[in-house]
């Protein structure tokens, strides 16, 4: 039976915000943000960001703290309430529900949680339960949320620890192990739930140098097989080798974005280009004291 | 000085009232640590009505003495035309009414120690309210505030003595009994303070062994 439209209803591909999700349509972003902004009280903190990632695609959010580049990454999770634009998640709009008015009203929990289901997201102080060991952390959810039996959820979570590294430290609570192995541990708990997308905030800020390696080793695997990054970081050299995408933004806007070699290298901008002479004076010792020797 | 057959003879009659002031104190307690769950989730949840209401609970049933609130729930069923409760649930009643409030206290101060970071991951995964609550929250505020639960516990067996006025033959009413009926008072009286004192051994020492055991895992 033809849906019957009364004359006033606009064609039916703009009438509806939450068009029904497509199939696994690889030219259409998985995310999609278009001029999401917000703002504590006075202070603007997002400004009509513009954003689309898609299937298997690598994003690196860089720029200076205070930037937005977090609060970014939490609104595509809905952790933060933007309040501007619309972010849509294969195709789903994110938080919010339209009423029969045209205003904009929270979302229920089911439907947030359904946009949710395909996010993972990794936090820089990892956020662990740490009276749950290692198989614990990563068990939990796929029990008490996805109702898989605990033996069978045991197993899954040994092949995604396993896949991080860590299988034989199963049995270890959070504090017995690095801050390294920890954030490991926490990015099994998000794969464990097979998202389709994979947030990180800035993943390896809260950990020793030399322990930032394997978490970005892990990282690295993930992208290569294919899964959508997000990845707020401080790492440049993580972006440029692994980014499809950089996207620069300071004062809670995107001031430029491109390739790792159009953002690294053939940028005029002279913001970024700022921004990037800091990394660079950080990580010249090698050449400065060669210079010295001279 | 002390005269040893009346205390054998009174020995099985305190070991009675020994189960009773146990029953009422431990199943008080129980209900309590449920309450006191309960109330301490709703003073932190976002609703203000739900805060509200956790406030006033605590207000009024931490601001009551026991001895008050055993006697208005004794004689509250009459006021309606219904029977009196029986002692035993009256008792019942009042302690983990009570205990609920205080234990409520000492779970939000637990609860309000752990990083919200691990809420907010829990939540991120799916799970429900009540389960981030059971599974993520609770394990770790009793751990951090164990020493002051088994305070609590410590405290309730000793408040229990108050239920002797519903009636209950607990410890202290069968002591009172025994020494009004051969005057032999400070002996019923030492023997009653001992047996009081001896009920915290046991529990020390599964407070402590309890305390060590999660301590190992978390260390």
């Known amino acids: 039976m033809p849906l019957s439209l009364s004359p006033s209803t606009s064609p039916p591909a703009a009438s509806n915000l939450e068009a029904t999700p497509k199939g696994p349509d690889k030219a259409s972003p998985i995310i999609h943000l278009s001029a999401v902004g917000k703002r504590f009280g006075n202070h603007q903190v997002l400004a009509d960001i513009n954003l689309s990632v898609h299937h298997s695609e690598v994003v690196c959010l860089i720029g200076p703290s205070g930037s937005g580049k977090s609060t970014l990454l939490r609104s595509m999770a809905f952790l933060e309430e933007y309040d501007e634009g619309e972010i849509h998640i294969e195709g789903r709009l994110?938080?919010?529900?339209?009423?029969d008015r045209g205003r904009r009203k929270h979302a229920g929990r089911t439907r947030l949680n359904q946009a949710r289901r395909n996010l993972g997201i990794v936090f820089q102080q990892f956020n662990l339960w740490p009276h749950m060991t290692?198989?614990?952390?990563?068990?939990?959810?796929?029990?008490?949320?996805?109702?898989?039996?605990?033996?069978?959820?045991?197993?899954?979570?040994?092949?995604?620890?396993?896949?991080?590294?860590?299988?034989?430290?199963?049995?270890?609570?959070?504090?017995?192990?690095?801050?390294?192995?920890?954030?490991?541990?926490?990015?099994?708990?998000?794969?464990?739930?097979?998202?389709?997308?994979?947030?990180?905030?800035?993943?390896?800020?809260?950990?020793?140098?030399?322990?930032?390696?394997?978490?970005?080793?892990?990282?690295?695997?993930?992208?290569?097989?294919?899964?959508?990054?997000?990845?707020?970081?401080?790492?440049?050299?993580?972006?440029?080798?692994?980014?499809?995408?950089?996207?620069?933004?300071?004062?809670?806007?995107?001031?430029?974005?491109?390739?790792?070699?159009?953002?690294?290298?053939?940028?005029?901008?002279?913001r970024l280009r700022q921004f990037l002479q800091n990394y660079l004076d950080r990580n010249a010792f090698w050449h400065t004291t060669t210079e010295q020797e001279n | 000085m002390f005269d040893w057959p009346t205390f054998l003879f009174s020995l099985p009659l305190l070991g009675k009232a020994l189960l009773i002031t146990l029953q009422t104190s431990l199943l008080g307690n129980a209900i309590g640590f449920v309450i006191g769950t309960l109330i301490a989730?709703?003073?932190?949840?976002?609703?203000?009505?739900?805060?509200?209401?956790?406030?006033?609970?605590?207000?009024?049933?931490?601001?009551?003495?026991?001895?008050?609130?055993?006697?208005?729930?004794?004689?509250?069923?009459?006021?309606?035309?219904?029977?009196?409760?029986?002692?035993?649930?009256?008792?019942?009643?009042?302690?983990?009414?009570?205990?609920?409030?205080?234990?409520?206290?000492?779970?939000?101060?637990?609860?309000?120690?752990?990083?919200?970071?691990?809420?907010?991951?829990?939540?991120?995964l799916g799970m429900s309210?009540?389960?981030?609550?059971?599974?993520?929250?609770?394990?770790?505020?009793?751990?951090?505030?164990?020493?002051?639960?088994?305070?609590?516990?410590?405290?309730?067996?000793?408040?229990?003595?108050?239920?002797?006025?519903?009636?209950?033959?607990?410890?202290?009413?069968?002591?009172q009994n025994l020494a009004s009926s051969d005057y032999l008072f400070f002996q019923h009286y030492l023997v009653l303070a001992g047996i009081y004192c001896l009920i915290n051994i046991p529990l020390t020492m599964f407070g402590r062994r309890l305390e060590r055991h999660l301590e190992r895992s978390l260390a």
């Open chain 1, 94 to 99: 994110l938080g919010w529900e339209i009423d």
């Open chain 1, 134 to 270: 290692a198989l614990g952390n990563v068990t939990e959810a796929l029990v008490r949320v996805r109702g898989i039996k605990r033996n069978e959820a045991e197993k899954r979570a040994m092949e995604v620890l396993d896949k991080v590294g860590l299988a034989e430290k199963a049995k270890e609570y959070p504090a017995r192990l690095s801050g390294g192995q920890q954030q490991r541990v926490a990015i099994a708990r998000a794969l464990a739930m097979e998202p389709k997308i994979m947030l990180f905030d800035e993943p390896t800020s809260a950990l020793d140098p030399e322990l930032v390696g394997e978490v970005l080793a892990v990282m690295k695997q993930l992208a290569l097989e294919g899964m959508t990054m997000v990845v707020v970081t401080h790492e440049m050299g993580f972006a440029a080798q692994v980014a499809d995408t950089v996207v620069f933004l300071d004062q809670g806007s995107i001031v430029t974005r491109g390739t790792p070699s159009e953002v690294f290298r053939d940028t005029q901008h002279p």
């Open chain 2, 41 to 124: 989730s709703m003073q932190l949840a976002k609703m203000p009505l739900l805060r509200r209401l956790g406030g006033s609970y605590i207000f009024i049933f931490r601001g009551v003495p026991l001895l008050v609130q055993l006697l208005v729930i004794y004689y509250l069923a009459p006021m309606f035309g219904l029977p009196n409760l029986p002692p035993m649930v009256a008792a019942i009643m009042a302690l983990s009414l009570c205990s609920g409030a205080y234990i409520a206290e000492i779970l939000r101060g637990g609860l309000l120690a752990i990083p919200s970071g691990q809420r907010e991951a829990a939540h991120l």
């Open chain 2, 129 to 175: 309210r009540p389960a981030i609550l059971l599974r993520v929250e609770l394990p770790q505020a009793v751990q951090s505030t164990l020493p002051s639960l088994v305070n609590e516990l410590v405290l309730l067996i000793k408040s229990s003595a108050l239920v002797s006025v519903v009636g209950l033959a607990d410890l202290t009413r069968v002591a």
